[in-house]
């Protein structure tokens, strides 16, 4: 008897012109039928999430890298001269490699627009080099040491990973370094100290990145062994906190990002805005 | 059973769109069936206090200025006192708040709530899920939905997305459908040019409304039909891609654009055509489409959102959001209106005339009001349990607020007792003795 009903009554339809002869909050099998969940889900290896997050690490490494210049130079084992022979030494190796790497046509006129641009930025940054470093000289070295705290941490959070997010600003990043970068040389000793200090902080900040983006070779192993040991004569806290940071970074949250994968709940339906198809 | 009502949305007269028109003429409609409606929304510039519109309608327009998007800065608590005294003075026993938007309904939903008043909510609007805004304001329909008696969605799709958005019961959410006035939309044969076929488009041009669409869909129609013309009203931030595509492709003779149409002259362009385009990429209900078949004009709609519940298959011809989708679509309509097949102006004036009544709607709204008045009254521990769900730390916030106002609500009792409030005079008594034919003068 209660089949014969059923068939005789018409399959609800989802349209608003009808009286389908139900209440308005009546509500059908089919709702909720067209909703989709989790479309467009991509399954994370462990050991490729941990490759990819030494992109993090890296731009950590030349943080950390400044940092512990920053106070050998303070503590009198780095000298500035070095230090500037050094990092012109591995920037122009850096600037042969990049150049090679990408094939580019030996055009000379871009060489040397290159080489101007670098005269130019040597030459007006050694004669600024004074007010530079006098800029934050008046203000107590424990903000100097927070801004610089914080300047940093905003280099690394608006930083180019390779991502498309909405909080990613290459020029805000920069800018950040920089005025760390200045922050921490009015601290130096002499406007030698703040010239090499600031120039070497251009090429790890702004140049580095640049090669570092079209190597993709994984130096990690390289790097990181010299920033532990940079670090650690500096001093051994230090080293402990880096070593902690970078087993959870690398390992930590790789591991964590995939322990949450089953939990994603994104809904699709008909009430999405669309997208418009080619 | 005959109920005070009380309207509440940031979205009024002197503001013209879908939500106003709908919460008047609701309101309209309501008050021939003898109910007592009041409008409450935020003051429009200089208007501020009690105004009269039409049939009694009494509407207050609270001295709040709108801050952002047309809406009051939402403080949840300093509202209580202004809407309290509302409530009490007209003696309402129904709250109905419009839009997810609108920051004095979902307060006034709450404190109304607070009061032991019913309360319910219309929807009419489709949101995302995914991104920061969406699933803040959702956190908000969450709480607001928690409270509310029942939910009232225009559309099909519109109660599926507010089901998920706010976890509710859905047999909590009615269906009732917008709807138009048939008798400002109808159609006149002798406005449109009978040699061409005219396409008639009336939207904001923003990429929300699908102006990108439409770009690339004319330039294709119109080398394929040379009879074709465009009739486009609404202006935006995307006016410019139409007036580059009609440079591009010398089509200036074959692309009106009107620029933005006052809502009294939509009618006028509408009946010059024979097709309406509508290219949004989302849309809850879509009035613009139903009232363009109100004019007599054959539809052709992307099929998004609550798009294909509202027209049936003779009356709109539905497409894929792509160009490719739109084009053959628009084909098909072209072919039918060349060879009559399309359904004849007056046959769809009259359908839509019969199908969306606001008298209808009013029926609809009646029976829910109804269903929520009988049913009994909830405590507040029940309705804290209720908030408590809403999230594991947003529950706590949320039972903190509904306490916090529960004792900002006696705090008002105390200082102002029910007691000494006046009652407001009832319209409702004053058209009853007019239409009865009393002289008002001669009773004083």
């Known amino acids: 008897m209660a089949m014969s009903c059923d068939r005789s009554r018409k399959k609800w339809q989802k349209v608003l012109y009808k009286d389908q002869g139900v209440s308005d909050n009546y509500v059908d099998e089919s709702f909720l039928e067209e909703m989709k969940k989790n479309l467009h889900i991509r399954t994370y290896e462990f050991w490729a999430v941990v490759r990819e997050s030494n992109v993090v690490m890296q731009q950590i490494y030349s943080v950390w890298i400044f940092v512990a210049v920053y106070f050998h130079m303070r503590n009198f084992v780095l000298t500035p001269q070095f230090l500037f022979e050094m990092s012109s030494a591995v920037t122009i190796v850096g600037y042969i490699v990049n150049f090679v790497i990408l094939h580019e046509n030996a055009l000379t006129k871009s060489r040397w627009k290159d080489g101007k641009t670098m005269g130019i930025f040597l030459i007006l940054g050694f004669s600024l080099s004074p007010i530079l470093m006098t800029l934050t000289k008046t203000i107590s070295t424990d903000t100097i040491y927070a801004m610089t705290f914080f300047m940093l941490l905003a280099n690394l959070l608006f930083h180019d990973y390779g991502t498309d997010a909405a909080i990613v600003s290459q020029a805000f990043s920069l800018n950040a370094a920089i005025f760390a970068s200045i922050c921490l040389a009015s601290r130096l000793p002499t406007t030698w100290h703040a010239f090499s200090l600031v120039t070497f902080a251009f090429e790890l900040f702004a140049l580095w990145p640049i090669l570092r983006r079209n190597l993709k070779i994984i130096l990690s192993f390289l790097l990181g062994s010299v920033v532990t040991v940079s670090v650690a004569t500096v001093s051994s806290v230090a080293v402990v906190v880096f070593l902690l940071l970078h087993l959870f970074i690398t390992i930590l949250c790789p591991a964590w990002l995939i322990r949450l994968q089953p939990y994603k709940n994104n809904i699709h339906g008909p009430w999405d805005e669309a997208v418009i198809k080619q | ?79 209580l006192p202004v809407i309290r005294n509302i409530l009490l003075r007209e003696s309402i026993n129904i709250v109905h708040g419009h839009s997810a938007f609108s920051a004095l309904a979902l307060e006034s939903i709450f404190h109304a709530r607070t009061m032991n008043v019913k309360a319910v909510f219309t929807d009419h609007s489709l949101f995302g899920f995914a991104d920061l805004s969406s699933i803040l304001t959702n956190k908000i329909l969450k709480f607001s939905l928690a409270g509310v008696n029942h939910a009232i969605c225009v559309s099909h ?43 008639v488009v009336m939207s904001r041009l923003v990429y929300r409304k699908g102006a990108d669409l439409l770009a690339s869909v004319i330039p294709e129609i119109c080398s394929r039909h040379s009879d074709v013309q465009f009739i486009i009203g609404g202006d935006g931030p995307k006016r410019l891609a139409i007036e580059e595509v009609r440079e591009h492709f010398q089509l200036h003779d074959r692309i009106r654009l009107l620029g933005t149409v006052g809502h009294s ?50 009356m709109i011809q539905l497409a894929e959001p792509s160009a490719t989708s739109l084009v053959e679509s628009l084909d098909k309509a072209i072919a039918k209106r060349r060879n009559c097949q399309l359904l004849s102006p007056d046959g769809a004036h009259d359908w839509v005339r019969k199908t969306y009544t606001w008298q209808n709607v009013a029926e609809r709204t009646e029976i829910v009001y109804d269903k929520i008045s009988a049913a009994t009254e909830v405590t507040l521990a029940d309705r804290l349990h209720r908030y408590n769900k809403c999230g594991l730390v947003a529950g706590k916030i949320f039972i903190f607020i509904a306490a916090l106002n529960y004792l900002l609500l006696i705090l008002c009792n105390w200082i102002s007792p029910v007691q000494n409030i006046d009652l407001a005079v009832d319209c409702r008594k004053l058209r009853r003795l007019k239409t009865s034919g009393v002289n008002l003068e001669q009773s004083s």
């Open chain 2, 1 to 79: 059973m005959k109920h005070s009502i009380c309207m509440v949305s940031d979205f009024f007269y002197p503001n013209i769109g879908g939500v106003e028109s709908h919460i008047y003429q609701l309101s309209q409609c309501l008050i021939e069936r003898g109910h007592k409606v009041i409008v409450v929304t935020h003051a429009y510039g200089n208007r501020s206090g009690i105004r009269y519109l039409s049939n009694g309608l009494k509407v207050y327009y609270l001295p709040i200025q709108p801050v952002y998007n047309q809406c009051i800065l939402p403080t949840v608590f300093t509202t």
């Open chain 2, 157 to 199: 799709t519109c109660k599926e997305n507010t089901v998920l958005r706010g976890k509710i019961d859905p047999s909590d959410v009615s269906v009732i459908p917008n709807a138009v006035d048939a008798s400002v939309f109808t159609p006149t044969s002798t406005e449109r040019d009978p040699e061409k076929i005219t396409i």
């Open chain 2, 265 to 314: 002259a939509v009618r006028q362009v509408l009946v010059r055509g024979d097709i309406f385009l509508n290219t949004s990429l989302t849309e809850a209900f879509c009035i613009a489409i139903v009232e363009a078949a109100s004019c007599g004009l054959q539809v052709v709609s992307t099929s998004v959102g609550g798009i294909p519940e509202v027209l049936p298959p003779d």
